[in-house]
């Protein structure tokens, strides 16, 4: 009877820790160098360098971490280190490209750390950002 008392407590223990791995709802960490997570660490780079005043497009230096929870979609949060460069949003506007100025070989003025927020709802093709926290 003691054994069978001590099995029992030791699994009632650890479910917490097997349960909190697969829980569903819960934030669970991702790989920052899978190509789905740079994949969406660009969608939130794309948003901010259309929402930002400054004159200046950013470049997406380094993925820190991420983290997803399954709700209605898949919610991504994604920390990234992002660098300002030098290529004018003004001559990329007025060509419609980047031609005048490519951001990823521009040098890097300045150098933040972004959160994006994400939600991917994947059976309807859609990729939304819902928020973004830059200094």
Known sequence: MGVTFYLCLITALSL???????????????????PKIQKLANVGLAMHNKQSNCIHYFRLLQ???????????VKYNITSEIGETDCSK????????TQCCDPKKSNINKKFTCS????EESWM???????????
């Not at 917490?16 to 899978?34: A, E, H, L, T, V």
């Not at 093709?125 to 200094?135: F, G």
């Open 116 to 119: 994006y927020l994400i939600i």
């Open 125 to 135: 093709n859609k990729t939304e950002v819902l928020k973004i926290s830059c200094p």
């Open 16 to 34: 917490p820790s097997i349960f909190n791995s697969i829980m569903p709802g819960g934030w669970r960490k991702c790989d920052p160098n899978d």
């Open 90 to 97: 003004n001559c990329s506007e007025r060509n419609g490209n």
């Open 63 to 73: 993925v820190l971490s991420a983290e997803s929870q399954v709700v209605k979609g």
